[in-house]
């Protein structure tokens, strides 16, 4: 190492002994220390990235970096598998804060400990994101070339596939393919989302397009450890895994079930006669996230993932356990006795999955390794992989047929009146129903649909329908409507003036507002909702769902930057993303730098703007021209980065999304004339399917806005799921009971599809392992709590029902991971050989993840999905064109594209005062619902965040406290 210290040190340590002069309140030992342990860090400079997988961070830093960041609680962490940055100064509550360190001068914040606390786990995360770039990225498809590169150019670097060619059969084959045989998408393929989302990039047409092969984010040879067809699969797990074992009823039973101190006024999810409020179901509730972010999330998944063909697996049924328990850690038949006294049914049966490839997995030769060329078995997502909105749009020739378009207005959506309410949002309507043809003339043209889906309203997704993605279906076609009406106001106002829009056939040819068609406008309302969708999910839900100051910055930098996006300094970063690194042939350079280079830059538009090269300059001149051209595919296409692997979504996504225990048993409905009154609790079970549009039709938009934005969702913990989806009524499956366990089939369902079981899931994650169910317990609580007392118990079922086995450290069981002695991981996890130990190794990756009690505050998720979410949410706004180089507009007009960056068609608004010390630009979505129901207004006044509870008290800083704000403070729901 160099002897003389660099500028930072130097400049670290001017600030540290300045800062001694203006005391501060933390100890002097531990003030003293932390500022030896930030000089020591900073001479040491920045960690190296791993160069390979058994190098990974894991989220734990040094004993300097963390006292430096976090003191003594900091230092305390270290010793615990979970990460280390949520123990760093700031990025709790208040509490977490140290005081009196605050900043003399506003360039100094960064090092006082506060900010040393944030920036510092910004830096953990960043490191996190580089390395998941570089270590989990398993495309079904094209592997091999990942691994071996084309000619001289690395794989991680590769921009372009076969794989993802159109086949002949394809009805666009001939239009993207020249007579060299080359594809690229031109024309009006590339002008608009298309309806199966082939040609969001142009060199790759059939990437991201419905039916594609889901991916892998984790070895291959690491999926389906049920087949035990690997040695390190077989030491990790011996004999003790299969489809249905451990028994999926079992476990639901026993870790999942939500305890009902009145289980006759709750009556399984059922509620009481005529929604009498006097129903009580119990459940865990999270303070700070309400009912509208649990539909939010179905919402989404809607859009990213479908593993099923129009509501069906395959044929073939299957049983789905409730046969046999451990008992004395031996597996034991149930007797039927046992099975009624657990509540499970022996003769549930449900389809099997579907899936489009079968072992063996061909294998190929690289270096002297050999390797899986793809996961052992497949499946298709038979929706788009693109956030485009394809839940209400489409994403098949079938599903675009059940869109119904105004035929007074065709770049409109179909809505109708419905319903008696009085809401000034009533007059924008409600979606249509189905037409089933079945009370009508034989000339008539049924709708293609389930017949399971009859009486549902008209939605191009109509799986899965509950009055919850009614009242969103029916949000954001009110506002795609609202679009198409301001566009037609300008077109009204100024029919010559420019519309911002351009045909990419005749790209220097001006659109004027007249000469916009029905068509065009009816496809740039869809990119502006599905931006609006995208912006609220990445800011909003995100925020609310990760409630802290990490977070916060975190993915508001990953939409906007780190800095505001009119900053010249975001501008360089954007200008050495896109014009540098994007193009470097150096893996770190073109992958990893560039991901880091982005967030300070913002991902969203991303290279919508380019400027003439000048050679070592960086920076941007002022009065620049942009030369950014239409008729350049290279500008048209040049702000995405796919790292090597073509996007799709990888089958552990969906697996993180398995959020059913955010769902209450009963709705808790309101009206806005007594919005501090429960009037009625109505079964979510009763509002599924057709059954939703009645329960919408009764309550009115406006009021289900209200109900569900006022009511607490359900933690993610065990001992949580809602009783009515372990006993769901499904008719269709013609079994002996026509129900099912939905909290059983998620096990199933993951089983099916290969993914790993949670400690080599977290292993493959760059996550620590944990050695045994006891490193579940919160290492923080006081051992003599109600709290910690409760963890132990639910850990005490746990290792009943996953049960022990004696040890054998002469069994190596994952290449993924090392000892910190550097030593291989064997089954005795650090036990000595030949003990009982637990079998960590079985749980299965949700039961795992429910049992994370230590979690960063202010999490709804645990460490284990949100590691999940590090790589895939940022993956799918770098992958996608229209969120980075085509957001332009060309694309969305000049008026869309202003929409997307205000929220709204007026400017930018601001709430009247500051949230969690940030002044706060009104919320995407707070505004859409003030635009489609204005009736809301005095509801959403005091909201800042639409995803918490509405009538909650955020209080100063991160608070997770259950608090109303003085106009509720009679509410029920607080007493």
Same mark, same amino acid.
């Given at each position: 190492?160099?002897?003389?210290?660099?500028?930072?040190?130097?400049?670290?340590?001017?600030?540290?002994?300045?800062?001694?002069?203006?005391?501060?309140?933390?100890?002097?030992?531990?003030?003293?220390?932390?500022?030896?342990?930030?000089? !020591?860090?900073?001479?040491?400079?920045?960690?190296?990235?791993?160069?390979?997988?058994?190098?990974?961070?894991?989220?734990?830093?040094?004993?300097?970096?963390?006292?430096?960041?976090?003191?003594?609680?900091?230092?305390?962490?270290?010793?615990?598998?979970?990460?280390?940055?949520?123990?760093?100064?700031?990025?709790?509550?208040?509490?977490?804060?140290?005081?009196?360190?605050? @900043?003399?001068?506003?360039?100094?914040?960064?090092?006082?400990?506060?900010?040393?606390?944030?920036?510092?786990?910004?830096?953990?995360?960043?490191?996190?994101?580089?390395?998941?770039?570089?270590? #989990?990225?398993?495309?079904?498809?094209?592997?091999? @070339?990942?691994?071996?590169?084309?000619?001289?150019?690395?794989?991680?670097?590769?921009?372009?596939?076969?794989?993802?060619?159109?086949?002949?059969?394809?009805?666009? =084959?001939?239009?993207?393919?020249?007579?060299?045989?080359?594809?690229?998408?031109?024309?009006?393929?590339?002008?608009?989302?298309?309806?199966?989302?082939?040609? #969001?990039?142009?060199?790759?047409?059939?990437?991201?397009?419905?039916?594609?092969?889901?991916?892998?984010?984790?070895?291959?040879? @690491?999926?389906?450890?049920?087949?035990?067809?690997?040695?390190?699969?077989?030491?990790?797990?011996?004999?003790?895994?299969?489809?249905?074992?451990?028994?999926?009823?079992?476990?639901?039973?026993?870790?999942?079930?939500?305890?009902?101190?009145?289980?006759?006024? %709750?009556?399984?999810?059922?509620?009481?006669?005529?929604?009498?409020?006097?129903?009580?179901?119990?459940?865990?509730?999270?303070?700070?996230?309400?009912?509208?972010?649990?539909?939010?999330?179905?919402?989404?998944?809607?859009?990213?993932?479908?593993?099923?063909?129009?509501?069906? #697996?395959?044929?073939?049924?299957?049983?789905?356990?409730?046969?046999?328990?451990?008992?004395? #850690?031996?597996?034991?038949?149930?007797?039927?006795?046992? !099975?009624?006294?657990?509540?499970?049914?022996?003769?549930?049966?449900?389809?099997?999955?579907?899936?489009?490839?079968?072992? /063996?997995?061909?294998?190929?030769?690289?270096?002297?390794?050999?390797?899986?060329?793809?996961?052992?078995?497949?499946?298709?997502?038979?929706?788009?992989?693109?956030?485009?909105?394809?839940?209400?749009?489409?994403?098949?020739?079938?599903?675009?047929?059940?869109?119904?378009?105004?035929?007074?207005?065709?770049?409109?959506?179909?809505?109708?009146?419905?319903?008696?309410?009085?809401?000034?949002?009533?007059?924008?309507?409600?979606?249509?129903?189905?037409?089933?043809?079945?009370?009508?003339?034989?000339?008539?043209? !049924?709708?293609?649909?389930?017949?399971?889906?009859?009486?549902?309203?008209?939605?191009?997704?109509?799986?899965?329908?509950?009055?919850?993605?009614?009242?969103?279906?029916?949000?954001?076609?009110?506002?795609?409507?609202?679009?198409?009406?301001?566009?037609?106001?300008?077109?009204?106002?100024?029919?010559?003036?420019?519309?911002?829009?351009?045909?990419?056939?005749?790209?220097?040819?001006?659109?004027? =507002?007249?000469?916009?068609?029905?068509?065009?406008?009816?496809?740039?309302?869809?990119?502006?909702?599905?931006?609006?969708?995208?912006?609220?999910?990445?800011?909003?839900?995100?925020?609310?769902?990760?409630?802290?100051?990490?977070?916060?910055?975190?993915?508001?930098?990953?939409?906007?930057?780190?800095?505001?996006?009119?900053?010249?300094?975001?501008?360089?970063?954007?200008?050495?993303?896109?014009?540098?690194?994007?193009?470097?042939?150096?893996?770190?350079?073109?992958?990893?730098?560039?991901?880091?280079?982005?967030?300070?830059?913002?991902?969203?538009?991303?290279?919508?703007?380019?400027?003439?090269?000048?050679?070592?300059?960086?920076?941007?001149?002022?009065?620049?021209?942009?030369?950014?051209?239409?008729?350049?595919?290279?500008?048209?296409?040049?702000?995405?980065?796919?790292?090597?692997?073509?996007?799709?979504?990888?089958?552990?996504?969906?697996?993180?999304?398995?959020?059913?225990?955010?769902?209450?048993?009963?709705?808790?409905?309101?009206?806005?004339?007594? /919005?501090?009154?429960?009037?009625?609790?109505?079964?979510?079970?009763?509002?599924?399917?057709?059954?939703?549009?009645?329960?919408?039709?009764?309550?009115?938009?406006?009021?289900?806005?209200?109900?569900?934005?006022?009511?607490?969702?359900?933690?993610?913990?065990?001992?949580?799921?809602?009783?009515?989806?372990?006993?769901?009524?499904?008719?269709?499956?013609?079994?002996?009971?026509?129900?099912?366990?939905?909290?059983?089939?998620?096990?199933?369902?993951?089983?099916?599809?290969?993914?790993?079981?949670?400690?080599?899931?977290?292993?493959?994650?760059?996550?620590?392992?944990?050695?045994?169910?006891?490193?579940?317990?919160?290492?923080?609580?006081?051992?003599?709590?109600?709290?910690?007392?409760?963890?132990?118990?639910?850990?005490?079922?746990?290792?009943?029902?996953?049960?022990?086995?004696?040890?054998?450290?002469?069994?190596?069981?994952?290449?993924?991971?090392?000892?910190?002695?550097?030593?291989?991981?064997?089954? %005795?996890?650090?036990?000595?050989?030949?003990?009982?130990?637990?079998?960590?190794?079985?749980?299965?990756?949700?039961?795992?993840?429910?049992?994370?009690?230590?979690?960063?505050?202010?999490?709804?998720?645990?460490?284990?999905?949100?590691?999940?979410?590090?790589?895939?949410?940022?993956?799918?706004?770098?992958?996608?064109?229209?969120?980075?180089?085509?957001?332009?507009?060309?694309?969305?007009?000049?008026?869309?594209?202003?929409?997307?960056?205000?929220?709204?068609?007026?400017?930018?608004?601001?709430?009247?005062?500051?949230? *969690?010390?940030?002044?706060?630009?009104?919320?995407?979505?707070?505004?859409?619902?003030?635009?489609?129901?204005?009736?809301?207004?005095?509801?959403?006044?005091?909201?800042? *965040?639409?995803?918490?509870?509405?009538?909650?008290?955020?209080?100063?800083?991160?608070?997770?406290?259950?608090?109303?704000?003085?106009?509720?403070?009679?509410?029920?729901?607080?007493?």
């Amino acid at each position: 190492m160099n002897s003389k210290l660099s500028s930072l040190t130097l400049f670290v340590m001017l600030w540290l002994i300045v800062a001694e002069s203006y005391g501060i309140s933390l100890s002097s030992k531990e003030r003293l220390r932390s500022n030896k342990a930030c000089l !020591a860090l900073a001479a040491k400079g920045l960690r190296p990235l791993a160069s390979q997988q058994t190098e990974r961070f894991l989220g734990k830093v040094s004993v300097d970096a963390a006292y430096c960041r976090g003191g003594e609680k900091a230092l305390a962490g270290r010793d615990v598998p979970w990460v280390d940055w949520p123990n760093y100064w700031a990025t709790g509550d208040i509490a977490s804060k140290a005081e009196g360190w605050e @900043s003399f001068t506003k360039a100094a914040k960064h090092l006082n400990p506060n900010g040393r606390g944030i920036d510092g786990a910004l830096m953990d995360l960043e490191y996190q994101r580089m390395e998941l770039l570089m270590f #989990n990225l398993y495309d079904n498809k094209t592997f091999e @070339s990942y691994i071996k590169g084309e000619g001289n150019t690395p794989g991680p670097v590769l921009k372009k596939w076969e794989a993802m060619r159109l086949p002949q059969t394809h009805p666009d =084959y001939r239009q993207v393919t020249n007579e060299k045989g080359e594809q690229v998408c031109t024309g009006e393929l590339i002008r608009h989302r298309t309806l199966t989302g082939i040609c #969001n990039d142009v060199y790759n047409p059939a990437m991201g397009a419905t039916n594609q092969i889901f991916a892998r984010n984790m070895s291959f040879e @690491s999926t389906f450890p049920e087949l035990r067809d690997n040695e390190l699969v077989r030491n990790r797990h011996d004999d003790r895994l299969g489809l249905l074992k451990p028994d999926p009823q079992v476990i639901s039973r026993k870790l999942f079930t939500r305890h009902q101190e009145k289980p006759e006024a %709750c009556n399984l999810g059922q509620g009481l006669p005529d929604y009498s409020k006097d129903a009580q179901c119990d459940y865990k509730e999270a303070p700070f996230f309400n009912v509208l972010a649990a539909y939010w999330i179905q919402f989404m998944t809607h859009d990213w993932f479908y593993h099923l063909r129009e509501g069906q #697996n395959s044929a073939a049924k299957m049983p789905v356990g409730c046969t046999s328990q451990k008992v004395d #850690n031996e597996e034991q038949p149930l007797t039927e006795e046992q !099975a009624a006294q657990l509540g499970c049914r022996p003769k549930d049966r449900v389809d099997v999955a579907l899936v489009a490839q079968t072992e /063996p997995a061909p294998t190929f030769v690289h270096d002297g390794k050999t390797y899986l060329q793809r996961s052992h078995r497949t499946t298709e997502n038979t929706v788009t992989h693109w956030w485009d909105a394809s839940q209400i749009y489409g994403f098949d020739d079938i599903s675009v047929k059940r869109v119904k378009r105004d035929p007074k207005d065709a770049a409109k959506l179909l809505m109708v009146p419905r319903g008696t309410h009085k809401g000034s949002g009533e007059k924008f309507g409600y979606l249509p129903l189905f037409n089933s043809c079945a009370d009508t003339d034989s000339d008539c043209a !049924a709708d293609p649909i389930n017949p399971a889906w009859a009486g549902q309203e008209a939605a191009a997704f109509a799986d899965n329908w509950t009055v919850g993605m009614s009242f969103y279906h029916n949000l954001f076609v009110r506002e795609h409507n609202l679009f198409v009406d301001a566009f037609r106001a300008k077109a009204a106002a100024s029919p010559q003036a420019d519309s911002g829009l351009r045909n990419p056939d005749k790209p220097k040819q001006l659109i004027a =507002y007249k000469d916009v068609t029905d068509e065009e406008l009816f496809q740039v309302a869809r990119l502006v909702v599905a931006a609006e969708i995208a912006k609220i999910h990445t800011i909003e839900w995100t925020t609310q769902l990760l409630y802290g100051e990490p977070l916060f910055m975190g993915m508001n930098s990953n939409w906007g930057g780190l800095l505001e996006k009119d900053n010249p300094v975001s501008k360089i970063l954007e200008k050495i993303t896109v014009n540098r690194l994007a193009n470097s042939p150096n893996e770190k350079k073109a992958n990893q730098f560039y991901s880091v280079f982005a967030s300070g830059a913002g991902i969203f538009g991303l290279g919508s703007h380019r400027y003439e090269d000048r050679p070592g300059f960086l920076g941007i001149l002022k009065g620049k021209k942009d030369i950014w051209d239409l008729a350049n595919l290279d500008h048209v296409n040049g702000g995405i980065n796919h790292f090597g692997s073509p996007f799709s979504f990888p089958e552990e996504f969906p697996t993180v999304y398995r959020l059913h225990p955010l769902l209450p048993d009963l709705l808790e409905f309101r009206e806005l004339n007594a /919005p501090n009154a429960i009037a009625k609790k109505v079964p979510i079970v009763s509002t599924f399917r057709g059954k939703a549009t009645q329960a919408m039709t009764d309550g009115g938009l406006s009021n289900w806005a209200l109900s569900m934005g006022r009511q607490r969702l359900g933690l993610l913990t065990l001992q949580n799921h809602a009783q009515f989806l372990q006993n769901l009524d499904l008719p269709r499956l013609q079994s002996e009971t026509n129900k099912i366990d939905i909290a059983a089939l998620d096990l199933i369902r993951d089983r099916e599809r290969g993914v790993p079981r949670f400690n080599e899931f977290r292993r493959q994650y760059g996550l620590k392992q944990l050695t045994s169910f006891d490193d579940f317990v919160d290492w923080r609580l006081d051992k003599n709590s109600d709290e910690y007392k409760e963890q132990k118990r639910l850990v005490g079922i746990l290792r009943e029902v996953y049960g022990q086995h004696q040890c054998d450290a002469g069994k190596v069981i994952t290449d993924a991971q090392l000892n910190d002695d550097g030593s291989p991981i064997n089954d %005795c996890l650090g036990h000595p050989d030949g003990t009982m130990v637990d079998n960590i190794e079985d749980v299965d990756t949700v039961v795992g993840w429910l049992s994370e009690f230590t979690r960063p505050h202010g999490f709804a998720i645990s460490e284990t999905q949100f590691h999940v979410f590090i790589l895939n949410a940022s993956r799918r706004l770098f992958s996608d064109r229209f969120f980075t180089s085509s957001f332009r507009p060309e694309f969305y007009s000049t008026l869309g594209w202003q929409w997307v960056m205000d929220n709204g068609p007026t400017g930018k608004r601001w709430e009247p005062k500051p949230s *969690n010390g940030h002044k706060v630009e009104v919320s995407p979505l707070k505004r859409i619902l003030l635009r489609t129901m204005p009736e809301l207004s005095g509801q959403l006044a005091n909201v800042v *965040n639409a995803f918490d509870p509405w009538a909650r008290d955020r209080g100063e800083y991160y608070s997770l406290q259950w608090k109303p704000i003085k106009e509720a403070a009679s509410d029920e729901s607080f007493r």
